[in-house]
């Protein structure tokens, strides 16, 4: 197989010789010339849509990786696919489809690549499932691939105060609980969420972020851009160019996604006291690489990760602060020089996790989102693996180390028949963990 042929193995069946004229015929009325139908096509899939502000700028970053696919020898195609909101949805009969919209969106992207004949992938997402979901299609087509993260928003302002989604659903509490009144319910409302960005803190659209980056999907400091910035743009363009270096060393994600890779991405989401949602969105993404991924791994890794830095919700400062300070790098920096990461892994820059690292500095001394090893949040993982008659395969709590180590009932003081369950300090052999 020539070089040429290397390049384009897919996209040679689709429009290559006599036969295929009908192909190239179709293909002429979206834009491709002679000269098009001898390079690499690239497939931009692109989550945009106006359901959510998470999503509301995908067209903007998916015209940047088209520039920069282009401009690399390629010929980059813009697809589209759904995403829905759980910030809307919450509450409501919609959240019965939010996990399924993940297969949704993965199917979809897998199927116009597929059919399309695309030779890599450059792949753009902004929310909860359709970022794994993104994952989950490059995994199975295995064709040179990108994730790029939509970034996140500017954080809103209420008084002073940083705000944002669970602002709003924190001041729903307080507006039942008679603290305060309609009029500043409506105030948080209307400044919590100023424009385009996923949700402010490390809640999961954060968290798959970085755990994308960590696994090497992404290009270093993907997962820490605010969404209406310069550096946002360059990185999609950026994401343009190297799928096409992907397609030319021929590095695939079969090539990235390894057990280590996994237990790098698990990492990360510790340190950062991610998502729950961390823990089922990683086991599907191995799945869909064919590597066995578990709760007990879950387990295995968390017994030596502590949780270093101080994001929302269960902290004080949200992702703009992490994005201020230097992003994920430096972290991986921190976890890489402890042996708490595996250096050795392959990822979309074509070096290792190790040579990524190599130059990349440390946070500066005096700032206090992440905190040293020798002065962690907590000192192992905040994702507890539960056991028991009501989830006899498993479930996963965020225990951040504040609400005690156990749940224990005990009489109602309006009802002794009818337990009410509170937070106790005892000791951590009484739970399930």
Known sequence: MTDANHCRQHSAIVVDGPDRAPSRAMLRAVGFTD????????????????????NMHINRLADEAVKGADAAGGKAVIF????VSDGISMGTPGMRYSLVSREIIADSIEAVTGAEGFDGLVAIGGCDKNMPGCAIAMARLNRPSVFVYGGTIVPGLHRGQSADIVTVFEAVGKHAGKQIGESELKEIEVCSIPGEGSCGGMYTANTM?????????????????????KAKLEDCERAGKAVLELIKKNIRPSDILSKDAFENAITVVIALGGSTNAVLHLIAMAHSAGIKLTLEDFERVGRRVPVLADLK??????????VR????QPLLKMLLDKGLLHGHCMTVTGKTVAENLANVGSY???????RPFSNPIKADSHLR????????????AKISGKEGNAFTARPSSTNPKKPRFAVSSTARSRTAM
């Open 325 to 328: 300070i230097g992003g994920l």
């Open 80 to 83: 589209c696919t759904i995403t």
């Open 35 to 54: 000269a098009d139908f001898a390079k690499p096509v690239v497939g931009v899939a692109s989550t945009w849509s106006m359901v959510t502000p998470c």
């Open 209 to 229: 972020a970085s755990a994308i980056e960590a696994l090497g999907l992404s290009l270093p400091d993907s997962s820490a851009q605010l969404a209406n910035s």
């Open 364 to 370: 500066a001394a005096d700032q206090d989102v992440v």
């Open 313 to 322: 919700p269960s902290g004080k400062y949200n992702m703009a602060h992490f």
């Open 385 to 396: 693996i539960l056991r028991g008659n009501l989830a006899p395969e498993g479930s996963v």
